[in-house]
C-alpha cells in the first residue's frame, strides 16, 4: 500500500497553484519541518500547509458542492494534521496523507446528509447504457469554459450524479492529478479498485456532459467587446436601417464625415450590414455601372471605403 | 486476458471499451495494450471513445481553472464573501 517511491506532490499543482502563494517545501525538507512543529513550532506547521490550502478546497468543493461544506474540509484537515503530524512518516506522502484526511472528512459531511452513503459498493452500474456512439463530431472545450455558468454548473450536476465512490476516486486522479497507485494509498483500497471505479466515473461524466461538447455554445462576447458595444450605444449607434438606406452613397463616398464613421462603427459590429455591404459592392461591379467599373485602388482622389 | 485477444492478435470494440481506462493509465500488461493502441488506430468508433473521454478529461483536469471558476461562481457570490473571508483569516 506505502508508495514511498512515487512522488505525491502532482505537477498540476505544482505548477499552476503553488506558485501562487507561497512555495511548498521540497520533500526533503517536509520532514525537518514537521520535526519541528511537533516540537510546538506552530508558525512552521502552517507555511508546510499553506500550499496545499487551494488543492484541498477545490477537492473538497468538488466531492460536496458546498462552499461552506468545503471551507470546514479544509479546516478539520489542517487541524487533524497537525494534531496527527507524528503519524506522517515519509515527508514524499505529505499532499497525499493531507488528501486522505480530507477524503475523510468530506465522507463524514457526506453520511450527515444522507442516510446511507456507500463508499464500497460498485454494483448498480450498467454498462449498456455507454453503447457505442457516433461521437466524431464533438468539439474541444478549454478548461477555462469552467468558469461559464452553464459549464459549471453541468460539470457539477454530472459530478454530482457519479456515486460518492466513484466521484472521490475521480476527482483525486482527474482533478487533481493524483496517479492510480497514489489514489489507491489515498483511499486505502486497491489499485484495480480504483482503476474500475475511475472507469465507470469517465465514461459516466463524458456522457453526461456529452451535450457541452456536441452543440454549439453561445457565442462568448468578450469583455472588450462588452465595453466597446456600451461605448457605441452611447454614442448613439446609426440604426441598420439608415447604414441600409445610406449605403450606395456610402458606396460612392457621398456621405458626411460623421455619418460615414458611424456607418463604419456599426459595420464593425453589425454582420448583417456588412454582408449587404458586400453584395451591393459586387452588384455594382457586375452591373457595369461606369462610375464603380474602376477598380477602386485606380481611383485617385477619392475615398473608396472597403 | 487471454481471451480477449484472437488468434491474429486482435481485440474486439467491446473489450476496448471495458478496458479503455486501464489502456489509458497504461496499466495492461502485453500484449492486450498493444492489441488495443493498433485497434484504436484503426476502428473511428473506438478512437473517438478516447478522443471524447480526453476531450473531457481536458475540461475538468486543470486546477487553475478549477480556482478560477470557484473564484467566479463560488467565492465571489455576495451572501459568502464575508463569511469565506472570514474562515480564511481564522485558518
Ligand atoms: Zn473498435
Known amino acids: 500500500m506505502a508508495s514511498a517511491n512515487t512522488p505525491t506532490i502532482c505537477q498540476g499543482c505544482e505548477v499552476t497553484v503553488l506558485k501562487q502563494e507561497a512555495d511548498p517545501f521540497p520533500p526533503e525538507e517536509i520532514m525537518t519541518v514537521v520535526e519541528r512543529a511537533k516540537e510546538g513550532d506552530v508558525d512552521a506547521f502552517w507555511r508546510l500547509v499553506e500550499p496545499f490550502q487551494q488543492c484541498l478546497y477545490v477537492t473538497a468543493y468538488s466531492m460536496l458542492r458546498n462552499a461552506g461544506d468545503a471551507e470546514e474540509v479544509v479546516q478539520e484537515t489542517m487541524l487533524k494534521a497537525l494534531k496527527h503530524l507524528d503519524q506522517l512518516k515519509d515527508g514524499h506522502r505529505f499532499r497525499g496523507w493531507l488528501m486522505t484526511i480530507a477524503t475523510n472528512e468530506a465522507r463524514m459531511i457526506m453520511r450527515k446528509g444522507m442516510k446511507e452513503v456507500s463508499f464500497e459498493d460498485d454494483a448498480e452500474w450498467d454498462p449498456k447504457i455507454f453503447s457505442l456512439r457516433d461521437y466524431a463530431d464533438w468539439k474541444d472545450v478549454p478548461s477555462d469554459a469552467l468558469e461559464r455558468k452553464e459549464v459549471w454548473e453541468a460539470v457539477h450536476r454530472a459530478m454530482q450524479s457519479l456515486s460518492p465512490a466513484c466521484r472521490e476516486v475521480f476527482v483525486l486522479r482527474d482533478v487533481q492529478h493524483f496517479t492510480v497507485p497514489e489514489v489507491a494509498d489515498i483511499l486505502a483500497i486497491n489499485e484495480d479498485k480504483v482503476s474500475v471505479r475511475l472507469h465507470r466515473a469517465r465514461l459516466q461524466m463524458r456522457d453526461l456532459l456529452a451535450p457541452l461538447f456536441r452543440e454549439p455554445l453561445s457565442p462568448w462576447i468578450p469583455m472588450k467587446m462588452m465595453a466597446d458595444m456600451s461605448a457605441i450605444m452611447i454614442h448613439r449607434l446609426v440604426s441598420c436601417k439608415k447604414v441600409l438606406r445610406e449605403i450606395s452613397s456610402y458606396i460612392d463616398g457621398e456621405v458626411n464625415p460623421d455619418l460615414r464613421a458611424r456607418i463604419e462603427e456599426h459595420l464593425k459590429y453589425c454582420r448583417r450590414c456588412k454582408l449587404v455591404l458586400n453584395t451591393t459592392r459586387k452588384i455594382l461591379y457586375l452591373v457595369a455601372d461606369d462610375k464603380v467599373l474602376i477598380p477602386p485602388f485606380a481611383i485617385k482622389g477619392r475615398q473608396i471605403p472597403h | ?91
Do not use: F
Open chain 2, 1 to 91: 486476458m487471454g481471451r480477449d485477444i484472437s488468434r491474429s492478435g486482435k481485440v474486439k470494440c467491446k473489450t476496448v471499451i471495458r478496458e479503455l481506462t486501464n489502456y489509458m493509465e497504461g496499466r495492461l500488461s502485453e500484449p492486450l495494450q498493444s492489441a488495443i493502441e493498433d485497434h484504436i488506430k484503426s476502428c473511428r468508433d473506438c478512437s473517438a471513445q478516447m478522443e471524447t473521454t480526453r476531450k473531457m478529461l481536458h475540461l475538468v483536469g486543470d486546477e487553475q481553472a478549477w480556482l478560477n471558476a470557484l473564484e467566479r461562481h463560488v467565492l465571489k457570490k455576495p451572501a459568502a464573501t464575508s463569511e469565506d473571508a472570514a474562515h480564511k483569516k481564522e485558518l
